[in-house]
């Protein structure tokens, strides 16, 4: 098959479409043929070198995707039902998505959301299972909460948007321009805030502050993030893109009765996984079906040109989602 | 009545048995007359003026008793039955506990547990509200997990072993000596450590770590927790002696996918402080009724030695609980 390979681990945009070894099938895994694959800051880190794939995942970069089941190898749905050759799929990777083919464990498959073709299914697999797994499996939004998203006008913070306002809560978001707030107000933000004019912490505050804080940024923000949180407030921390230690006022935290996590998707193991897409796709998938949760595809581009792809995000040019389409 | 009253603020050993006003019942209060209180670090502090008391309580100390409803004004049980006059309770109080009296709102009054008097009724009720609400629902603690107190010889600490232990959770303890140890070992604890000799860091990870941490100490142990944690694992923070800013590695929280919550008893309001006693009496109370936990009064006091009764719960004098006997 072709794949995305890096040729040189120093330079990150090194990236060509090359021969790469057929994925080996294991037991319990599904071969797909892949069509689209969704892009996530995740891989510009690990082109970067910071983000290794978890053990035994192969070195291709992509966390998800979107294709056709070749081999279902008696792989089930998240319903318990088989899946079978031919099924339309969108898939959660651990790695390996930059390619023609992938070997997907069970319980990382998903049916497409209803009225979603493949292109559309590739770019918020990813996400969905994110938002959802850190907003409500590790804090709890409960309707009436205020949600707090920061880089609101990011893929997740556009679907957090949606997410929590479809789950009832009201939602604050952070961004660093007048356009890209414009944007989060679209899909439904209620709170908009200019970081580099306004202190979150301070607008916030006004409101009573954070039930729940998704966070990307880190050590920058924690002290803020406290700040503006509520009493029994949760800040779940899923990207350190402001510094990795920062300095925690546990007295404050304390004061507040708040929670802190820090959490990803990609080094869980599959059981766990698996309990996360099933849960996503009970409850998420019915609000992309009857329109909910709408999504934003900012381009699509050849995976031949995934470095210009990946240049794109960390330039800050993208808003919503890239999704890269296999070559066939 | 009579309560003890700090005549200096600069100086918390000027606590003396003297006049007081009865408490106002206010509607959803029952007038309890209190014949044990239990001596709590938090009592300590207050003394000290760390610790002020919620808007709109007593500046008496005392965070529990035990004793009789006098006047039960539409109060009800747990369970929803209506306390009647003269029924012995055991009482989770915001402040109040170290008089003749108290005022208790409503869902704050415990049937005493099977067997139980009122003397050891007033020895658990906070220890027990305060372990239940943070290993069970701040943290959750499963069969089979690695639950690690520190300060295991203490009120907390052993009441904290056997909890864990009813789990079905192997027990780690830190303690400063090795009689405390033993009395750990006694109560069911695992995995003992004594923090001059051994990094219980160390020795955590030896075991996989601690999926659940109930920790006292704060700034100073909060790396220290973190690389003891398992990966999933849940920091429960509930003092500071240890001061109160530190710093957090973010990125290791989040290569364990960890979770850090700050919780305490006393600021909650009444309709959370009635939900944990409920859960409390209903999974807690049987396992005091049945044996599985006992508990270690390690002295009983006349209320008007408060003074000496502090002192030494400082000086590290005391394995368990102090109980203040009031007088009549």
Known sequence: MQAIIQNNPEDPSSLSWQEAPLPELKEGEALVELHFAGLNRADTLQAAGH????AGVTEIMGLEGSGVVKKANGTTRPDGTPWKDGDEVGVLLSGGGYAQFAAVPQGQLLPLPEGFDLQHTASIVEVACTVWSNIM???????????????????IGIFGIQLAKALGAKVAVTAGSAEKLETCKKYGADILINYKEEDFAEV????????VILDIIGAKYLDKNLSALAKDGHIVIIGMQGGVKGELNIGKLLNKRGNLSATGLRYRDKEDK???VKDTADNVWPMLADGRITHHIDRVMPIQDVAKAHKALLDGEVTGKVVLEIAR
């Not at 983000?51 to 978890?54: A, K, Q």
């Open 51 to 54: 983000y290794p794939p978890p």
């Open 137 to 155: 499996l590790t804090a709890r939004v409960n309707e009436g909460n205020i949600v707090l998203f920061h880089g609101g006008a990011g893929g």
């Open 204 to 211: 916030l505050k006004e409101h009573g502050g954070a039930n």
């Open 274 to 276: 698996a309990r996360i």
